[in-house]
């Protein structure tokens, strides 16, 4: 019996330092609070043929300057059965600007089209393994991961934009093909924890 | 009066232009730049902390480096350079005024290079991108740490292995 303890013990460790999503896994869905007040899962898209999951939120400047483009991104990918959904990953508690009330505010201001979520609790982010905001995955119909990363490759300019990450990963998967690439990185924001 | 009005505005566009200087000081690169400008000395270590103004943790950590910094002002065997992120539209509004206020001490330069994937894996293959970021290199030995630093001790103890 002790054994078994020390078995499963070892096999729960071992499972959390490798629970983090990788490209080809199956992510799990999940129901967090929107700014709208109701609790917003990937299966409540009826017919969608993927989910743009972004981890961003209000206080981050890198994440401010992707807000415009985020919006436009959902905009244009909701017809095409892509919409956007943004997860705010911060701990209130360590961050205050990203409290419920204040992403409801910001949500306000700024009409976003698409469902902004606390992950309350913080038990989503670290799953996904989500390391910063903005921090983009890329799920298909199945929930499958198939893309990680940036949105695109200019933080700082829309109009200097060579690389459209995240659409050239949609339109591979459309294509039934691999996003190339499949990973990238951008510099972003700690997520906060107390 | 028009004399103390001329008097004025002497000090005040010399000032202004003090101002100015300290701006196009500031040394702004890309990342080939900035690997330009990085010494390569193999008996100096050294510290490349990745921050910004506006990233708490980072500057929660500032203090450290800056008394590893003073402490090592006269020994050139550690140098701790400051590669800012801040954004280009933020360097006169919020970079030198917090550079000034803090009296920074170690050599502040600006990594502007928005393509970030091209060379995030550069600095280290398991950095994310997120700041704070601390690589420290002597020689061909290099360690890297995603991560804050809580003391002065904590950075020493990193030093100690080289």
Redesign the interface.
């Known amino acids: 019996m002790r054994y078994f303890f020390a078995i499963a013990f070892l096999f729960c460790s071992l499972t959390f330092v490798h629970a983090q999503y990788q490209i080809g896994d199956k992510v799990d869905d999940f129901s967090l609070k929107s700014t709208d007040g109701d609790y917003v899962s990937m299966s409540d898209y009826k017919g969608a043929e993927g989910y743009i999951i972004i981890f961003t939120c209000n206080h981050c400047p890198y994440a401010i300057a992707y807000e415009d483009r985020i919006i436009e991104l959902h905009n244009e990918m909701e017809s095409k059965g892509f919409p956007v959904i943004a997860i705010n990953p911060n701990d209130p508690e360590a961050q205050p600007d990203d409290s419920f009330e204040k992403m409801k505010e910001r949500a306000e201001e700024k009409g976003f089209p698409f469902k902004y979520v606390l992950d309350e609790g913080q038990e989503v982010y670290p799953k996904f393994g989500a390391e910063r905001t903005p921090h983009v995955f890329l799920v298909d119909k199945n929930r499958v991961l198939q893309y990680i990363g940036a949105i695109d490759d200019n933080y700082k300019s829309e109009e200097a934009v060579e690389k459209q990450y995240v659409r050239d990963a949609i339109q591979a998967i459309k294509a039934g093909e691999k996003p190339r690439p499949n990973t990238t990185k951008a510099i972003g924001c700690t997520i906060k924890t107390s | 009066m028009k004399e103390k009005f001329l008097v004025l505005t002497l000090i005040l566009s010399f000032l202004g232009s003090t101002f100015a200087q300290e701006a196009n000081d500031l040394k702004v690169f890309d990342f080939e730049e900035l690997q330009e400008y990085l010494p390569g000395d193999e008996n100096q270590l050294v510290i490349l902390n990745f921050w ?1 103004t ?4 980072c500057v929660k950590e500032m203090p450290y480096f800056q008394e590893l910094s003073e402490k090592y002002a006269s020994d050139e065997s550690v140098l701790v350079i400051l590669v800012s ?1 801040d ?2 539209s ?1 360097l006169e509004s919020r970079l030198i005024p917090f550079m000034k206020k803090h009296k920074l001490h170690p050599d502040v330069v600006v990594l502007d290079d ?5 060379w ?2 550069r600095v280290d293959p398991s ?6 970021a601390t690589l420290f290199y002597k020689g061909d030995r290099r360690k890297f740490f995603q991560q804050s630093f809580h003391s002065v001790k904590e950075l020493e103890t990193i030093i100690q292995t080289f």
Not at chain 2, 54 to 57: A, L, T
Not at chain 2, 114 to 118: F, G, L
Request: glycine share 4%; proline share 14%.
């Open positions: 910004a506006w990233c708490k943790p992120l954004m280009e933020q928005p393509d970030a994937n091209r995030i894996d950095w994310s991108g997120a700041i704070p």
